[in-house]
């Protein structure tokens, strides 16, 4: 941006003003330089500048220089050429030290020196005699000239965020400073000749060591804002009503036990701060004080609050958050001007109904008291929020009328009421600490001094934790002998996932077997007699498991018990194999559909009619269907003869039950590849799994005994066939497949037709 004036019509024209901010330079240009003898003002901040070329100081008339936020290492001895510059700033360099020529600059009136790595201030500084802004904030600086009083035409001195602890006296000569900045130093004591700057306004001393303020400052009859937060002040000087034209008095985070009775002589006094300090009560005199606006005090130790307070009709923000309140008096319905009331985490049980004569009042906070219910004054108002609770969805609620049981008003309730009782000590250093209420300073400053979290006159106590005794006690760990408490829970190690696999295994067998079975398996494998071996009360040590005398006990009952019931198991199959004669297996692997049978039937004679002799439950068996079926059930009394073992009739009514639940497993049918099962598949009868169409199909006693003559007939005669003769005995018949059934259930069933022999 230029700005240029033409001197006359042709000629060359002359630059007055150049910005370069934020370029990404990381050079002077050199155009700048054919403007020498006309640019006042040249912006050069915010780049990547690190040098000055000579030839730049040759702008002898340029009146402000902006180089802040640059890469700036050093200043030259030949800044002084700048004899008409009226504003410097090199804020937010690498800076050094500021060359002693400075003083050169007769004319400068505004310097920012903040930011920069300076130590201390050149001897030439002082002769700076225009200077009246002076910032040098953020440096380190521990000292200050003696003669810095020399300044004298300083109206606002900045030397925020340095190491300074000591004023020099010449500062009282400021007579001009209006704007007086000392925050985060390391001050521990305000001379008296604070109070000799007349003229000044502003005085920050936040974050400070002070202890004491001197009576002294109360002369500074112009000052309107005082800040002397987050120090250690424990009183303030008893006469400040000199202070006539204060309006802000900031005194948070100190140790202040009560304020001065002159408080009230500030008449022009706005905005109080006094949160986070140590008042037990509030001077009545601060109604005197009518034009307060802003009345802050959080986390202090008030039991209750003057009634005098009705007098700050002006007032429109009151925080009495943190503090042991039960109350507040009725004079609180005279702030008319109130909007926002907060009495968040005190003991209040109960709201005063003239509070509804604060028409201007918005948003009311009662989160974390003992409130029963709200005034019904309440509703006269035109709240926007209304807090009872810290985790409340919406900043309004639906409140349902009430009476109180006591007076019998009519008030107002909701589902967040009545309050819960806070809890004691949440006002305590240790709960705001908990509630992160401390700043990183605080916590410091608490740590290197050596003050503890914790005193006497504190709800709670670390110390206390001792005397606590906990409600669970583990096995294995001593306790106190005098600690005769008994307890319900009783620590034990959890065993490894792998070990209670293989017990369970060892216990119950795999899922895939009944508890008959795991128990034969158990009584072949030799592991039965040594189980309860396995759960001595030695080994349940070894693996972690500690249980008293009476819990072994009822463990090795229960062992024994599913010993016995496997036992119990055994015999009753061993039984029911007795009483149910077995079924033999039925090869299907070779057989086709009926209608390939059907047709077949047709093309070949049948067997001869003395090829039948008697009924099929009378039939010898084969010999090694016999010998398989003494194998697989050698208790069974009929499974080595060729007669079945029969189930009469007369005890079919008692065994119908029996006879259901081995119905699904009556007939099984062998697939060619399947082969036999193991002992413990022939122990109980069930279904296996095959490709064929028949695997669903089921032979029963309903099954058509012609039908089943006529397959007979025709695969006996492929077979002939197939192998070129046949040999038929009409002494038995031969092994046709057919299962085997009980002679009283095969009376009824007629014999199947006779056929010609094979000649």
Not at 332 to 353: A, H, Q, Y
Not at 407 to 413: A, F, I, M, N, R
């Amino acid at each position: 941006m230029f700005k240029c004036i033409p001197l006359f019509k042709g000629c060359n024209r002359q630059v007055e003003y150049v910005d370069k901010r934020h370029c990404s330079l990381s050079n002077v240009p050199e155009d700048i330089m054919r403007y020498a003898r006309s640019l006042e003002e040249l912006l050069l901040d915010a780049n990547h500048l690190r040098d000055l070329p000579n030839n730049f100081f040759r702008l002898n008339r340029l009146r402000k220089l902006g180089l802040s936020d640059n890469e700036i290492q050093r200043l030259s001895p030949e800044i002084q050429n700048f004899e008409s510059l009226v504003e410097l700033d090199v804020s937010r360099n690498d800076i050094s030290d500021i060359p002693e020529n400075i003083k050169g600059l007769q004319a400068l009136q505004v310097a920012d020196f903040s930011s920069n790595p300076i130590s201390e201030l050149p001897a030439g500084f002082v002769l700076l005699k225009s200077l009246s802004v002076l910032s040098l904030n953020d440096m380190s600086l521990s000292i200050l000239p003696d003669d810095f009083g020399l300044l004298e035409n300083l109206t606002s001195l900045e030397l925020r965020e340095n190491l300074i602890k000591d004023l020099p006296e010449s500062l009282a000569k400021l007579k001009k400073l209006e704007r007086l900045d000392l925050g985060d130093n390391e001050i521990d004591y305000l001379p008296p000749h604070i109070g000799d700057l007349p003229a000044l306004e502003e005085l920050w001393l936040d974050h400070n060591a002070l202890t004491r303020l001197p009576d002294e400052i109360a002369r500074l009859q112009a000052l309107a804002c005082l800040d002397v937060s987050e120090n250690k002040l424990e009183t303030l000087p008893a006469d400040i009503s000199g202070l006539t034209n204060l309006t802000d008095l900031h005194l948070s985070q100190n140790l202040l036990e009560n304020l001065p009775d002159s408080l009230g002589s500030l008449t022009k006094l706005t905005i109080l701060k006094c949160d986070q300090n140590r008042l037990v009560s509030l001077n009545p005199s601060i109604g005197s004080c009518a034009n307060m606006q802003e009345l802050v005090i959080t986390e202090n130790f008030l039991t209750e609050v003057p009634t005098s307070i009705g007098s700050l009709t002006k007032l429109t923000n009151l925080n009495l958050d943190r503090n042991r309140l039960e109350f507040l008096p009725t004079e609180i319905g005279n702030l008319v001007n109130l909007g926002v009331l907060s009495l968040r985490e005190n003991r209040v049980v109960e709201l005063p109904s003239d509070i509804g004569n604060c028409r201007e009042l918005h948003v009311l906070d009662v989160c974390g008291n003992r409130l029963n219910h709200l005034p019904f004054s309440l509703t006269s108002l035109n709240l926007k929020a209304l807090w009872l609770s810290e985790n409340q969805a919406k900043p309004m609620l639906a409140f349902q009328t009430d009476y109180d049981e006591q007076t019998g008003d009519q008030v107002l309730t909701c589902f967040l009421l009545p309050q819960l009782e806070g809890e004691e000590g949440r006002d305590s250093p240790g709960a705001r600490l908990v509630r992160g209420q401390f700043t990183a300073e605080e916590i410091y400053r608490r740590d290197s001094n050596g003050e503890g979290w914790w005193n006497k006159d504190e709800a709670w106590d670390p110390a206390q934790m001792d005397a606590r005794q906990s409600m669970i006690k583990f096995a294995g760990i001593e306790m106190d002998e005098q600690d005769d408490r008994e307890t319900n829970f009783v620590r034990q190690k959890t065993p490894h996932p792998k070990e209670l696999k293989a017990k369970a295994h060892k216990l119950f067998g795999s899922p895939q077997k009944t508890g008959g079975e795991v128990i034969e398996d158990m009584q072949q494998n030799g592991e039965a007699e040594h189980l309860l071996k396995e759960v001595e009360p030695d080994q349940m040590e070894d693996e972690g498991i500690h249980q008293d005398e009476e819990d072994e006990i009822a463990y090795k009952e229960r062992i024994r018990n599913e010993l016995n019931r496997g036992l119990q198991e055994k015999r009753t199959s061993v039984e029911l194999s007795s009483a149910v004669p077995q079924t033999e297996i039925l090869d299907v692997t070779a057989a086709k559909n009926r209608a390939e049978l059907a047709r077949q039937s047709q093309e070949y004679p049948r067997v001869e009619e003395n090829s039948w002799q008697g009924s099929l439950a009378d039939r010898q068996l084969p010999a090694s269907l016999a010998a398989r079926r003494q194998n697989s059930n050698p208790s069974d009394p009929g499974a080595g003869s060729g007669t079945s073992a029969c189930v009469s009739r007369d005890s079919e009514d008692e065994d119908v039950e029996v006879e259901g639940e081995l119905e699904e497993g009556g007939v099984r049918f062998d697939v060619e590849g399947g082969g036999d099962g193991d002992g413990e598949d022939r122990q109980r009868l069930h279904r296996r799994d095959t490709p064929h169409h028949l695997k669903n199909k089921r032979i029963n006693q309903q099954v058509d005994k012609d039908k089943v003559a006529n397959i007979i007939a025709q695969a006996l005669q492929r077979k002939g066939i197939d192998g070129g003769e046949m040999k038929p005995t009409s002494a038995s018949p031969p092994d046709l497949g057919i299962p085997s059934r009980p002679t009283s259930m095969a009376d009824n069933v007629p014999l199947p037709p006779r056929t010609q022999n094979i000649s």
